[in-house]
């Protein structure tokens, strides 16, 4: 996506802005936005106005933006088209279980509609907890154009009377992105298809607000091989682990830019300034495009092919030592070493491949095959919920597992030891994932999970057993 609003802000001669919508304080970490800064500058994507280099609509995190947002929901509040709830979420619970029941569009019903002025100001005095919703017509269609997809219509009885304001007082993204967008003069948003069914509160606000929304183009997903939504959860999906796994940036770019576009003379080889120089949204396909690994290996050893021997051999000594790589394997391998040519053998599953691994890998004299694949799928599902990846966060994860599996802690790490560098001994364990980083040895799991044939009613089974365990 930012690829694809650079090239378009680039081919119009427009403004690239970057901004964090950090509106949930639960996902949103310092560590995120910076794996973000990283990743667009690695890639060679600069932008014009943003959180670091200012601009003259700062401050360009919506964390920032309180006061603003504040301002417009009151406005909302006084023009009608906004209403406070203060309904409980045991009763939003009952209402959608009711509507899926009756196999209804699950939505909010209305309930605080129906509230007087004086009650409202009773509850709001009380200090009744509330969030604020907006009103949505109970009748009609909403119709807007998508410059891909043409006039898209979709009726009002699908969509929700969104929360705007939650009841820490924080905007929801669908506030303050239309606040934003108004405010810092957004004429132009390139965004995932999955936003597509949002439009129509969009539009509300902007109607609501007198303001004029931006064009939109709603972009197809990647996809996985069996068509489903290209998620951490079956490939990596983050810049930093294509960097630290050796693709070149240009690479990467090129392989992305075919994803759901192609340039005008059909070729697969060019660069990102030929990319902007041509770009047309209208040569962007609507079909969700495949993300096929072999396609960007191929594409990336095309342009380390290309590299003079200087240039490779400068390129090789940049990634072995990118990210603080040698640095963090020295006070790792130097006591355990007496000669340099000990070193291959010691971080090969460090900085390379891990070995491929078969069933009897797995075999140890007190875990039976159910107790590895439950190490193996629970560490998977803990380790996907993590939001940082540090050595003693790692280990105290595992400890609390190894618990609640109630299993001997050293037992419990030997599937993990297989998992993520393929031997029974390695260099201690933790170490040893930070330095590989979250996607390499989430993706390493799940490997060994296929590799211990896990089916889909066995899988169906471990989730169940997780979501009993504490924090599960």
């Not at 460090?350 to 078969?358: P, V, Y």
Request: glycine fraction near 6%; charge should be negative.
């Amino acid at each position: 996506m930012a690829l694809f609003n650079w090239a378009f802000a680039r081919n119009q001669g427009g403004e690239f802005v970057v901004r964090i919508e950090d509106t949930d304080r639960a996902r949103s970490t310092a560590e995120s936005e910076q794996a973000i800064f990283e990743s667009l500058r690695w890639l060679g994507l600069d932008w014009d106005e943003g959180p670091d280099v200012g601009g003259p609509m700062a401050p360009y995190r919506q964390s920032e933006r309180g006061d603003i947002y504040a301002r417009y929901s009151r406005q909302l509040l006084d023009d009608g088209h906004a209403f406070y709830c203060f309904c409980s979420r045991q009763r939003l619970d009952q209402v959608r279980a009711e509507q899926q029941a009756n196999k209804q569009t699950t939505r909010y019903d209305g309930h605080c509609l129906q509230l007087s002025a004086d009650e409202v100001k009773a509850r709001l005095a009380a200090g009744d907890e509330h969030v604020v919703r907006m009103k949505v017509p109970a009748e009609g269609d909403c119709t807007f154009t998508d410059k891909l997809r043409g006039e898209v219509t979709i009726p009002y009885g699908q969509v929700d009377m969104q929360v705007l304001v939650k009841a820490d007082g924080m905007p929801t993204y669908h506030l303050a992105v239309v606040v934003d967008d108004h405010l810092m003069g957004i004429t132009h948003v390139l965004r995932g298809e999955e936003w597509l069914n949002s439009v129509p509160k969009h539009k509300l606000l902007f109607e609501y607000l007198g303001w004029q929304m931006p064009q939109l183009v709603h972009l197809p997903l990647l996809r996985n091989p069996d068509q489903s939504k290209l998620s951490k959860r079956k490939n990596p999906t983050s810049v930093t682990y294509y960097r630290d796994q050796g693709y070149l940036p240009q690479a990467l770019l090129n392989y992305l830019a075919l994803m759901g576009w192609s340039m005008p003379d059909e070729r697969e080889i060019f660069s990102l300034a030929e990319m902007a120089e041509a770009f047309d949204v209208q040569r962007i396909s609507v079909r969700g495009p495949i993300f096929d690994p072999a396609k960007l290996a191929w594409m990336n050893g095309q342009y380390l092919r290309a590299l003079s021997p200087e240039e490779f051999s400068a390129t090789v000594m940049d990634w072995l030592s990118g990210g603080g790589r040698l640095q963090q394997l020295v006070p790792l391998v130097q006591e355990r070493v007496e000669r340099l040519s000990d070193l291959a053998p010691l971080v090969d599953y460090l900085l390379g491949a891990r070995q491929a691994l078969s069933q009897a890998d797995f075999e140890h004299k007190s875990l039976s095959r159910d107790d590895v694949v439950r190490v193996l799928h629970h560490t998977l599902a803990r380790f996907d919920g993590l939001r940082s990846w540090q050595r003693q966060e790692l280990l105290e994860q595992c400890q609390q597992l190894a618990e609640a599996c109630e299993l001997k802690f050293r037992d419990f790490l030997f599937p993990l030891f297989i998992a993520i560098s393929g031997r029974s001994v390695a260099l201690p364990l933790f170490d040893s994932m930070v330095i590989l980083g979250a996607d390499l040895c989430r993706a390493r799991l799940r490997d060994a999970l296929e590799v211990m044939q896990v089916s889909g009613k066995q899988k169906k089974r471990l989730d169940k057993a997780y979501a009993t365990l504490p924090d599960g």
